[in-house]
């Protein structure tokens, strides 16, 4: 109770500070994130809380249910407090829905991150406000068209006087975008354009020069991807391969080429393939590892849209959905990727068990003749991600639409 007190202090000194420099209190954000893809949501919301604290100076407060998930990308998280400091942001331990609250408790902007149901008291609290909050959903990413027609459409609450917007990130304009921070692209091409800051990079994971020259790939997928397939494909092809896995990812398939623990450090070469196992890493070294590979294998929502920012092929696998759903999913975004070749789109449907196939090696050989040829027409997806805007950005932008609007309504 005495650091959460202090800590509110601080904070307040903070915003006190910001009034006396701009002349107005800053904007307030709360955005509630329960963990249900290990890594994915907390990934997305941390990205996007520190987005709009650093580049928008908004007081940004991030209610989270799973602590130890968030430690694993965040080493900064104490687990033991339950609001906390990191980073400017405010984060506090998200434990239940109970909880009793007032209208000064209450955020500018409440962002829910897909549909997960914020605190009944919180929302009685917001229906008190004057003016009301901005309130947003804000959904999953996909490609599906239908989303055009959703996207910042309102929803009634039915008992308060109060309408939820959702809010879809996406791939045109007429979505929000995909998240990326203003410094992103500068940050990539600095490191891409040395080598020397790439090399020691991988060093510090016990690569060697000659892992290096090899084909270097990131693995990141869920437990259930054809890995042992992968795997003795690579270890028969012509080239060598050295693949980078994050400790805890795919650790059957892992643990079986190893003949070990898949902890963090271990390393087996067998035939042209090599495994290293790696710790878990911040995000900023997550995006580096995506920079200084060849290809990566990407999974879920975060370390996909940072793969995209990569400027460097990449290979999907999908949250799975009940009745194959995410299969409409995966099929949606390979029509929309400029980057997909046929060869990419065969090991993508084979990788997400769309389809099957008998010749691994054939698989992964036609794919990698279309290495050079995806890396160049990444560029061109990434120009036009670009030209949409970042999510953030377009959100805000939303953000003082609605705030407008309320206000012509009042007069």
Known sequence: MEKSLRLNIVNKRKMD????QTGRPPA???LFCKVVDNFGDIGICWRLARQLQQEHSIAVTLWVDDLPSFQRICPEVQLALEVQDIASVTVRHWRDQDGLFSP???ADIVIEFFACNIPPGYIEAMAKCNPRPVWLNLEGLTAEQWVEGCHTLPSPH????????FFFPGFNDKTGGLLRESVLDQQRLAFQADPAAMSAFLSQFGLSQADMD???VSLFCYPHAPVKDLFDAWQQAAAPVVCL???????DAVEKFLGTPAKAGASVRDGALTVRVLPFVPQQDYDKLLWACD???VRGEDSFVRAQWANKPFVWHIYPQDENLHHVKLRAFLNTYTAATDNLIALSHVWNGMSETQDWSTLWQDFQTDLP?????????QEKMTSIGDMTSNMLKFVSAIRLASTKDTV
């Open 104 to 106: 000064d408790d209450i």
């Open 214 to 216: 090899a084909t270097k």
């Open 158 to 165: 039915p008992s308060y006087s109060l309408a939820k917007h």
């Open 295 to 297: 290809l990566n294998f």
């Open 373 to 381: 040829e995806i890396a160049n027409l990444s560029i061109t997806w």
């Open 28 to 30: 307030t954000l709360a």
């Open 245 to 251: 896995v994050p400790e805890g990812v795919a650790k």
């Open 17 to 20: 500070l910001q009034v006396h």
